[in-house]
């Protein structure tokens, strides 16, 4: 037994790594190991014997065992030491230069906005693109035979065979997102919705997939002037100048009434698209007093709330804030043209430090 001893810790003693440790545990203390096989050997003892050699068995078992477990300790101490001194890392070194990873031009046109319109006390509210064709189009006022749902070029989910229940689509815009907070929250409300939305649509400035962020006020005297004023301070603010030229024109929402789109000046020379300045406009939103029967549909009572909502889309703000001539880059995944519109990961938009240094 002494033997035994001297050995098998001997052995812990010089093992090197896990693998060579598992190997004596088995040889040593396993099922078919040397100390397994010794206890055999009790059957054929006298009792007296058996007295004697059951318990120092046992105890050189436990020896083994927590011989086995302290190195084993000590093994992974050591692994670890010499990770640490492997592995180090300057956290005092600067980080690394740009272009390692970058922001979407359309996340961050998101984060600026999100910025501006929560300093003027809007809150982000969210909802699903699988939409439930009720909040994309009913609650919304555009009954079943409207053109606006052929216009929309809706896409919509596939329903199995002999399911009759109303289909779901994709969203065609961020409105339904004014139900669900309208049902949500009740009134008062201030929120923006930013999300994608989707519509089978093709061309330099119009993919299947972009984004809006809609804007809902819902209060007792919530007007149509508030609603200019707020979408004035904000497209001075994105675009970070002290007046670019809007144009509101009349127009017509099923969910709005009235209805004002809104086009900002710009000019396309040579591919460059330029804000501000030239002879072509490009429009930016749709807007308008939010129809009673939307707000109805929304759950609160239009006799004594009114408010106006606006719908943004995202992706024609950053092409004309960043001068970028074709939507459909946006969605190429090409990194050299996210490493060319990309913005560094690290500088979050605010108003007080600047939008988009
Ligand atoms: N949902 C409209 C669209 O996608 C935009 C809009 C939103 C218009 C809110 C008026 C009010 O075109």
């Given at each position: ?5 001297a ?5 812990i003693a010089?093992?090197g ?5 598992e190997?004596?545990r088995v ?19 006298t009792p007296?014997e058996r007295?004697v050699?059951?318990?120092a068995?046992n105890?050189l078992?436990?020896e083994i065992?927590?011989a086995l477990?302290?190195?084993?300790a ?6 670890l ?5 492997t592995?180090?890392l300057?956290v005092?070194l600067?980080?690394r230069p ?6 979407h031009?359309i996340?961050?046109a ?9 300093e003027l006390?809007f809150?982000v ?6 939409e ?9 006022n555009i009954?079943?035979?409207?053109p606006a749902r052929?216009?929309?070029d809706t896409?919509?989910?596939h329903r199995?065979?002999g399911?009759?229940?109303p289909?779901h ?5 961020t ?8 049902e949500?929250?009740?009134a008062?409300?201030?929120v923006?919705?930013?999300g994608g939305?989707y519509?089978?649509?093709y061309d ?12 809902l006020a819902?209060d007792k005297?919530i007007?149509?002037a508030?609603l200019?004023?707020v979408?004035?301070e ?8 002290d ?6 024109r ?8 009235p ?5 900002i000046?710009?000019?396309?020379d040579?591919?460059?698209?330029k ?5 072509d406009?490009?429009e930016i939103?749709g ?6 029967k ?6 609160i009572?239009p ?6 909502a ?5 992706d024609?703000l950053a092409?004309?804030?960043?001068g970028i001539p ?9 990194l ?19 939008l988009?240094?």
């Amino acid at each position: 037994m002494d033997d035994l001893k001297a050995k098998y810790l001997g052995q812990i003693a010089d093992a090197g790594d896990e693998n060579t440790l598992e190997a004596i545990r088995v040889a040593a203390v396993g099922k078919k190991g040397e100390v397994a096989l010794k206890m055999r050997e009790l059957g054929k003892m006298t009792p007296e014997e058996r007295q004697v050699a059951g318990p120092a068995l046992n105890a050189l078992k436990d020896e083994i065992n927590s011989a086995l477990s302290a190195k084993k300790a000590a093994l992974a101490d050591a692994a670890l030491d010499e990770r640490l001194r492997t592995e180090w890392l300057d956290v005092t070194l600067p980080t690394r230069p740009r272009g390692q990873g970058s922001v979407h031009p359309i996340s961050q046109a998101t984060e600026e906005l999100t910025a501006i319109f929560a300093e003027l006390g809007f809150s982000v509210a969210e909802g699903p693109r699988i939409e439930d064709d009720w909040y994309n189009f009913d609650a919304l006022n555009i009954p079943g035979h409207h053109p606006a749902r052929a216009e929309m070029d809706t896409f919509y989910m596939h329903r199995a065979e002999g399911d009759n229940r109303p289909p779901h689509v994709l969203r065609t815009h961020t409105s339904p997102v004014q139900i669900r907070s309208m049902e949500k929250q009740g009134a008062p409300i201030r929120v923006i919705c930013p999300g994608g939305v989707y519509r089978a649509d093709y061309d330099q400035t119009h993919t299947p997939m972009f984004h809006q962020v809609e804007g809902l006020a819902i209060d007792k005297d919530i007007s149509m002037a508030n609603l200019k004023w707020v979408l004035e301070e904000f497209v001075k603010a994105f675009f970070e100048v002290d007046d670019v030229e809007l144009r509101f024109r009349a127009s017509h929402f099923p969910f709005t009434e009235p209805s004002a789109e809104v086009d900002i000046r710009c000019s396309w020379d040579n591919g460059q698209l330029k804000i501000g300045e030239g002879d072509d406009w490009m429009e930016i939103l749709g807007s308008g007093m939010v129809h009673p029967k939307v707000i109805a549909a929304g759950g609160i009572d239009p006799e004594v709330y009114q408010g106006f909502a606006f719908g943004i889309g995202i992706d024609r703000l950053a092409m004309l804030k960043y001068g970028i001539p074709d939507l459909r880059a946006f969605f190429d995944s090409d990194l050299r043209w996210l490493r060319h519109y990309g913005f560094a990961a690290l500088d979050m938009p605010n108003l007080h430090g600047g939008l988009s240094r």
